[in-house]
């Protein structure tokens, strides 16, 4: 296994390319990443999109019309977070659209799904599995044992999917981490959302699984994650609560691309992986 940046795949093994991206903010968010996908010669050049779209409407949450815009751009599943159900509309996608994740680890009376198996265009299964931290965040049940319980109902029922990530939506990253080694081995990738701060630590854990603390805001650049900093500023300069405001101009994409390969033994393994973050004016087409 390598994580060798930059270097290109034989073009003669079979291979995999999937694309991650973390919480996407509101309209510039959204426009960042149909360019951003684009840039990577469009979805019909990768295997799997997966996004987290706990912001994607206005920065609170995300409705039908704009989980539906990431699906027309090609997007595969949709992960969420502590946002999920800031727009009321979500509550139809989570009981009709199997692609739309809530964490698994919320109450089982949740509405939704946190744990799914999708078919990808070559055939593969690719499994992907949200959670939510309890560090610094709401309460909810244990996300370590709810990670534990859906790879085992997977392997009990036999229907664990070739490749396997987790999206743990996360404050801390300490739990995130630990979540990395919890994981480690059982799992292809473990990555991290809901900072909206890239993180630099993007390595393969001794047990081959490829771990990122967190993947970073696509959305407006210039803004405190995602919002105007004029209202930020104001906010934590003065205490008095300021109008919530989605920043503008120039956007920010996001991303960790992971190339798979197939191994001696028939398994998925972790063949490349690039961290993205490109900046993009605001009026390009
Ligand atoms: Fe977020
Ligand atoms: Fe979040």
Known sequence: MSNTPGRESDPSEETLRLLFVGDVFGRPGRKALARGIGRLGGAAFLDAIVVNGENLAGGKGLNTKTATECFQMGVTAMTTGNHLFDQKDVMVLLQKDKRVLRPL???????????????????????????????????????????????????????????????????????????????????????GTHT?????DLEILPGGTLYLTDIGLTGPRWSVIG?????????????????????????????LLVVLKKSGEGCWVVDESRLIREGDKADEA
């Open 105 to 191: 680890n919320y109450s089982d009376e949740c509405p939704g799904t946190g744990a799914s198996v999708y078919v990808l265009p070559g055939g593969q299964t690719l499994g992907v599995i949200n959670l939510i931290g309890r560090v610094f965040m709401a309460p909810s049940d244990c996300p370590f044992h709810a990670a534990d319980r859906v790879l085992s109902f997977w392997d009990r029922s036999d229907i664990r999917p070739d490749i396997t990530v987790v999206d743990f939506h996360g404050e801390a990253s300490g739990e995130k981490r630990a979540m990395g080694f919890h994981l480690d081995g059982r799992v292809h990738l473990v990555y």
């Open 196 to 200: 909206h701060v890239q993180t630099n």
């Open 227 to 255: 919002v105007s900093p004029e209202a930020a500023l104001s906010k934590y300069r003065t205490h008095v609560p300021a109008p919530f405001e989605v920043a503008s101009g120039e956007l920010l994409f996001c991303a």
